[in-house]
């Protein structure tokens, strides 16, 4: 297996909603990433895992929560989000250093109502 | 430093064409490159990459150039094809005192006219 798989792939939340979303790879890998997307920009780096523990935190603000219960699976919680907040959710993997690639996942995309 | 919020900048290219796609990468310590292409409502998928002790690497119709004194890369797309219609990124790999992680360049468009 050479995916990473992402559920949902579109989600729609009002602000008060929670939600998470899903990532997992049988890859091995012990490097996992949440990007944020917006359109027509690059990839934006929000949270790093290494080996279960998180290692980056790009300040992203608290309605923001990661959760890595395995080294096969990667959450995102999704609490009193802004609309502002709408983008492509991408989550990524690598060996620990990032040397040898790393594998992006589809994507969500979120939509904030 | 992280990518600038700008439009991004358009390739045209008439199909059989060769395409260059360049870029300019921020830290001096990153040790790894890797372009990527990212069509519509997908995540970005795997080109080619290289270590920062090559100058050139080729793949299949795709050559990467890397020129660390003025840190530039640039992505050689050979015999363009309509399929090729994509935006462009590329990324370096930065190796920190918490981890490393994936830094992403602003990005190109790149259209090709059949």
């Known amino acids: 297996d050479t995916e990473v798989t992402q559920t949902p792939k579109h989600l729609v939340m009002g602000m008060t909603n929670k939600k998470s979303l899903k990532c997992e790879q049988h890859m091995g890998h012990r490097a996992m990433y949440w990007y944020k997307q917006k359109a027509k920009k690059p990839p934006e780096l929000m949270f790093v895992y290494s080996y279960e523990k998180l290692s980056i935190n790009e300040s992203v603000p608290s309605r923001f929560s990661p959760e890595c219960p395995n080294s096969s699976l990667l959450n995102l919680h999704l609490h009193a989000l802004q609309p502002e907040d709408s983008a492509l959710y991408l989550c990524?993997?690598?060996?620990?250093?990032?040397?040898?690639?790393?594998?992006f996942g589809s994507g969500t995309r979120l939509t904030v109502v | 430093g992280e990518s600038v919020g700008l439009h991004l900048p358009t390739l045209s290219v008439q199909e059989g064409d060769n395409s260059i796609i360049n870029c300019a990468y921020s830290n001096s310590a990153s040790d790894y490159f890797i372009w990527y292409k990212q069509e519509s409502g997908k995540g970005p998928q795997f080109i080619i990459d290289?270590?920062?002790?090559?100058d050139k690497r080729q793949g299949q119709r795709v050559t990467v150039l890397l020129n660390k004194t003025v840190k530039h890369l640039s992505l050689q797309i050979a015999a363009t094809q309509p399929g090729d219609s994509a935006v462009y990124f590329c990324?370096?790999?930065?190796?920190?005192?918490?981890?490393?992680?994936?830094?992403f360049g602003a990005g190109t468009i790149l259209r090709v006219k059949s």
């Open positions: 990524a993997s690598t060996e620990d250093r990032g040397r040898y690639g790393y594998t």
């Open positions: 990324a370096e790999n930065i190796f920190g005192e918490y981890g490393n992680k994936l830094v």
């Open positions: 290289i270590r920062s002790n090559m």
